[in-house]
């Protein structure tokens, strides 16, 4: 047993973490260690995430009006693929003005760098990805938690 | 492939009454096929003005069209739960 694979346990253990955080830690240790190699020295296809999964999860204290609150949306990689492809079709006029207001705003960014192949490496490094968001406000109704997870799978 | 069906999913929690819809999407998209066919022209006439390339575009909206599959989209209060999937 590994070290990383050891101490995510002792976690969970510990009760610091979720059995579903721990599983997705475990799958993430699991990737980035490198597969034994079969000799022959072919590579074994890299897993990819197929969907992009944002949940909330709202507890709303003590509001009368709505109560706790879930969102579960779970959205296919291909889809950002093929949205991502959408910046390929932004005019060239538009193009400028879009470069030219993101340099105003000190982003140094060009539009037409962007090619197909540079945003297939970004979507594919989506798949390592995890936000974490814990919010805990004293409103009006007593204490809101909203908890946010974006990551893939 | 393209979506062939979706699937509109209500349940509400104080009257434990469910409502599911499932919509056949391929014949909706049957009926939309001469609409497209007559939109195409237009889609042409509007890439050429903006210098898109046309066939460009065209792919691009396909890719996202088909790749709506499998979306998912569920939110669940204390009323009720809306469920939204694309098969």
């Known amino acids: 047993m590994n070290e990383h694979r050891r101490q995510i346990l002792e976690m969970l253990s510990a009760g610091k973490i979720t059995a579903d955080e721990a599983e997705r830690l475990l799958a993430a240790v699991e990737r980035e260690t490198p597969a034994p190699s079969s000799g022959n020295g072919s590579q074994s296809p890299v897993s990819k995430a197929k969907y992009l999964r944002v949940l909330v999860d709202s507890e709303n204290g003590g509001n009368p009006y709505h109560g706790p609150i879930k969102v579960n949306i779970r959205v296919p990689m291909q889809l950002l693929r093929a949205g991502v492809r959408l910046a390929g079709l932004i005019p060239p006029q538009a193009r400028e003005h879009v470069n030219e207001a993101m340099r105003e705003r000190g982003i140094p960014f060009d539009l037409s760098q962007i090619k197909p192949d540079n945003l297939q490496e970004l979507v594919d490094q989506l798949n390592d990805l995890t936000i974490d968001v814990d919010v805990d406000n004293k409103g009006g109704f007593g204490q809101e938690k909203v908890k946010v997870r974006v990551f893939c799978e | ?87």
């Open chain 2, 1 to 87: 492939m393209i979506p062939l069906v979706g699937v509109v999913s209500v349940r509400h929690w104080r009257h434990s009454r469910n409502f599911r819809l499932w919509i056949p999407l391929f014949l909706l998209w049957l009926l939309m096929l001469p609409f497209a066919v007559l939109a195409l022209p237009v889609l042409f006439l509007v890439c050429l003005i903006s210098r898109v390339n046309p066939f460009e575009a065209i792919a691009t909206f396909w890719h996202i069209f088909a790749a709506l599959k499998d979306t998912h989209i569920e939110v669940d209060n204390r009323n009720a739960l809306v469920l939204i999937r694309i098969l």
